[in-house]
């Protein structure tokens, strides 16, 4: 498609992307290189195993080498988009340093819905509120950060989703042979698991 477009010299569009990172065709560069404009909202919920954990099955170096590769092209228009979820939650502000301190990205929140029970409504309140207070010192004036915090600093608790979101995992683990607990230590030690 993009080819025919360049064929037809209809290249002054903008080509807009939301991709996970695991792959990159060397020769779609080549192609964007002829276009206008060209965003990259590079989907990527946490950093390393978490990641690998949440997007499985990943793998961070795959995802890595492919960001900076895209950042490499300094016409390409780059930024984060997040997913949050109960998974990566109490970690949001380490991905946003690393994310805008390194590599001078900035970070899209989108958040889990359904299943609810990835949502991080499945936290404990007080869990959150815990949580709420290391995100105002990470994430400073970030644009997002009063977002968050209105859908998630209430006394809502989906406690029954907690229970699924533990009962998801470990048969999850069982296939995957992964351990969701050591990946995500911090959540665990939040929830009182």
């Known amino acids: 498609f993009l ?4 064929e037809l010299g209809k290249t002054d569009i903008k080509l807009w992307y ?9 020769d779609i560069i080549k192609i964007w290189r002829q276009f206008e404009n060209v965003i990259i909202h590079c989907s990527i ?11 499985y099955p990943s793998k961070w170096e795959d995802v890595t080498n492919h960001l900076e590769q ?12 997040q997913t949050v979820s109960a998974y990566n939650y109490p970690y ?11 590599l001078g990205l900035h970070v899209h929140l989108n958040y889990v819905y359904d299943p609810s029970f990835l949502s991080p409504k499945v936290i404990h309140p007080e869990a959150r509120r815990q ?3 290391q995100f105002r010192e ?7 950060l009063g977002n968050l915090l209105s859908m998630f600093d209430n006394e809502e608790w ?24 050591e990946v995500f230590p911090k959540l665990v030690e939040l929830c009182d698991e």
């Open 3 to 6: 080819e025919r477009l360049v």
């Open 18 to 26: 939301n991709i996970n990172m695991t792959n990159l065709n060397e």
């Open 45 to 55: 919920d946490d950093i390393g195993e978490r990641n690998h954990y949440i997007r």
């Open 70 to 81: 895209i950042m490499a092209e300094d016409w390409i228009e780059t930024s984060i988009c």
């Open 92 to 102: 949001l502000g380490e991905i946003h340093k690393w994310a805008t301190k390194n």
């Open 131 to 133: 949580i709420h207070s």
């Open 138 to 144: 990470d994430f400073g004036n970030h644009h997002g």
């Open 158 to 181: 989906d406690q029954d989703g907690w229970e699924k979101f533990k009962v998801y995992n470990d048969r999850l683990d069982l296939i995957r042979e992964q351990n969701w607990r």
